[in-house]
């Protein structure tokens, strides 16, 4: 059975996203009001995508209209393009246009001039994008504007719009543990989950500050054992299919995310992928942290969130370290890259 969408701002305050993840199929997130100034931002914006992208919740974002002209809606579509940018959206971005005190009362003819304006302007980057607005609006200021996905607010057991739309807003006084008191429900039609497909892809998640890269704990010279190598010194995916798996550091670029040149060209490593003799002295059900800046035992790079929670080991061998929390898997990591607490 279809769970509902839900809307949310930061009225709703800081949401835990953990729990609210089991009770929805998505989230529209306000990503600002009005004009592209940093003050009219969302001030739970960046969390809630953070949080939605973390845990895999499908997620759009909305903006709240305060546009007057069609140039002024321009201006609110760089609002959203700037906030979304670095940020893959799996559902629509919606321009929400409803009545204000500093708008006013302006002729449907305007209206679509506005609506035109913001959406062609999200369309031109290959953005997939709809409106938002109450059943008043849908039949009297919005009734020309037919080129995009509808999303109907009308509180009610039932909805009475004649015309197609994905989205319907049934009320405002929803219960969603983790959320607010009060939180808007929707529920949602056909494709709605995959319409936007990948149109509303603007890059990827935005990274974290690049740390410092760690103190290099070997030399050139030195032979080492590895359990993985690199194409390159800056290549990010490790061949882990290798025949070789001894050599000796020929060269070394300290900041390089692969500083270490394994026989001359052979391939390049990290400490992470390099095999110590030490024995570890954890044993499973110890409780660990991972340390600052290690990688998974393949020398794949963990999410942030690892470092900062602590993990159950859950099997040993050799120097591999299988990590869990609640008996789900987490991650395989070298021994050495992990602090016993």
Same mark, same amino acid.
């Given at each position: 059975?279809?769970?509902?969408?839900?809307?949310?701002? /930061?009225?709703?305050?800081?949401?835990?996203?953990?729990?609210?993840? $089991?009770?929805?199929?998505?989230?529209?997130? !306000?990503?600002?009001?009005?004009?592209?100034? %940093?003050?009219? +931002?969302?001030?739970? #914006?960046?969390?809630?995508? !953070?949080?939605?992208?973390?845990?895999?919740?499908?997620?759009?974002?909305?903006?709240?209209?305060?546009?007057? @002209?069609?140039?002024?809606?321009?201006?609110?579509? /760089?609002?959203?393009?700037?906030?979304?940018?670095?940020?893959?959206?799996?559902?629509?971005?919606?321009?929400?246009?409803?009545?204000?005190?500093?708008?006013?009362?302006?002729?449907?003819?305007? #209206? @679509?001039?506005? =609506? $035109?304006?913001?959406?062609?302007?999200?369309?031109? &980057?290959?953005?997939?994008?709809?409106?938002?607005?109450?059943? +008043?609006?849908?039949?009297?200021?919005?009734?020309?504007?037919?080129?995009?996905?509808?999303?109907?607010?009308?509180?009610?057991?039932?909805?009475?719009?004649?015309?197609?739309?994905?989205?319907?807003?049934?009320?405002?006084?929803?219960?969603?543990?983790?959320? @607010?008191?009060?939180?808007?429900?929707?529920?949602?039609?056909?494709?709605?989950? $995959?319409?936007?497909?990948?149109?509303?892809?603007?890059?990827?998640?935005?990274?974290?500050?690049?740390? /410092? *890269? *760690?103190?290099?704990?070997?030399?050139?010279?030195?032979?080492?054992?590895? !359990?993985?190598? #690199?194409?390159?010194? +800056? @290549?990010?995916?490790?061949?882990?299919?290798?025949?070789?798996?001894?050599? $000796?550091?020929?060269?070394?670029?300290?900041? =390089?995310?692969?500083?270490?040149?394994?026989?001359?060209?052979?391939?390049?490593?990290?400490?992470?992928?390099?095999?110590? +003799?030490? *024995?570890?002295?954890?044993?499973? #059900?110890?409780?660990?942290?991972?340390? *600052?800046? =290690?990688?998974?035992?393949?020398?794949?790079?963990?999410?942030?969130?690892?470092?900062?929670? %602590?993990?159950? %080991?859950? /099997?040993?061998?050799?120097?591999? &370290?299988?990590?869990?929390?609640?008996?789900? &898997?987490?991650?395989? %990591? =070298?021994?050495?890259?992990?602090?016993?607490?």
């Amino acid at each position: 059975m279809a769970k509902p969408i839900i809307d949310v701002s /930061e009225h709703n305050g800081a949401i835990n996203w953990e729990t609210v993840k $089991t009770q929805v199929d998505g989230a529209i997130i !306000r990503c600002g009001y009005g004009g592209n100034i %940093v003050s009219q +931002d969302d001030k739970q #914006y960046l969390r809630n995508v !953070r949080e939605c992208t973390r845990l895999g919740i499908p997620f759009g974002v909305y903006l709240f209209s305060y546009a007057r @002209s069609a140039a002024e809606a321009k201006n609110e579509a /760089e609002h959203v393009l700037r906030l979304v940018k670095g940020w893959n959206l799996s559902l629509p971005i919606y321009y929400d246009l409803e009545y204000s005190s500093y708008v006013g009362d302006m002729p449907a003819s305007l #209206y @679509s001039q506005i =609506a $035109t304006a913001f959406c062609e302007r999200i369309e031109a &980057v290959g953005g997939y994008v709809g409106i938002y607005a109450n059943l +008043d609006y849908w039949n009297n200021k919005l009734m020309n504007v037919n080129a995009y996905s509808r999303w109907l607010a009308q509180w009610g057991a039932a909805p009475t719009f004649d015309k197609k739309f994905m989205l319907w807003q049934y009320t405002s006084d929803g219960k969603i543990n983790g959320s @607010s008191a009060r939180t808007d429900l929707n529920r949602y039609y056909g494709n709605f989950l $995959t319409m936007a497909g990948k149109q509303n892809h603007f890059g990827g998640t935005t990274p974290d500050p690049k740390p /410092e *890269p *760690p103190e290099l704990k070997h030399k050139v010279g030195e032979e080492v054992r590895f !359990r993985a190598l #690199y194409r390159s010194s +800056d @290549s990010i995916v490790p061949i882990t299919d290798i025949a070789v798996h001894k050599g $000796t550091i020929t060269k070394i670029i300290a900041k =390089a995310r692969n500083p270490y040149l394994i026989n001359n060209g052979t391939g390049w490593v990290n400490d992470a992928v390099i095999i110590t +003799d030490q *024995p570890t002295t954890l044993k499973v #059900y110890d409780l660990v942290r991972v340390k *600052p800046n =290690a990688k998974d035992y393949d020398g794949n790079s963990l999410a942030p969130f690892v470092y900062q929670t %602590v993990y159950e %080991v859950m /099997e040993i061998t050799g120097d591999r &370290v299988v990590i869990g929390k609640d008996n789900q &898997v987490t991650a395989a %990591v =070298a021994a050495n890259n992990l602090i016993k607490v």
